[in-house]
């Protein structure tokens, strides 16, 4: 298995749409046997999706993500682990060991939803008329 963590100073990067970096885990029999910290390059969005598809993830683990990205992931065939916080390492420990505390139905939270849409992106909230 190859994870993907939203990454900036060794936590969980809290928004997937503008993440700087990945740390990038090689897994084997439940224990990472690699990481490397890539910067992707001013890549956004789902251009992201791309991104962590062309270098072999099957896994992401981020914080906040849109309903774009979602999509963009479930395209690529990439599981998505959502709702995220903390030290990405301690995370990637915890999805190995299968006790990785996320929330499946995680949405953007990055702007305001009181007006009923979101100017920039389908974010996957209901209440987003975009």
Do not use: W
């Not at 999509?71 to 999805?95: C, F, P, T, W």
Request: charged share 20%.
């Amino acid at each position: 298995m190859k994870i993907a963590v939203t990454y900036e100073n060794g936590e969980v990067f809290q928004h997937f749409g503008h993440t700087e970096a990945f740390k990038l885990y090689e897994t084997a029999d439940g224990k990472v046997t690699a990481s490397e910290i890539y910067d992707t390059q001013g890549s956004g969005h789902s251009a992201l999706a791309d991104f962590l598809k062309e270098h072999g993830v099957d896994t992401l683990i981020c914080g906040g993500i849109g309903g774009g990205a979602r999509r963009a992931l479930d395209e690529a065939g990439i599981a998505l682990y959502g709702g995220v916080s903390g030290n990405a390492d301690a995370a990637v420990a915890e999805l190995l060991a299968g006790r990785l505390q996320y929330d499946p139905d995680v949405v953007c939270n990055h702007h305001a939803h009181a007006q009923g849409n979101c100017s920039h992106h389908d974010c996957g909230n209901p209440t987003c008329h975009n």
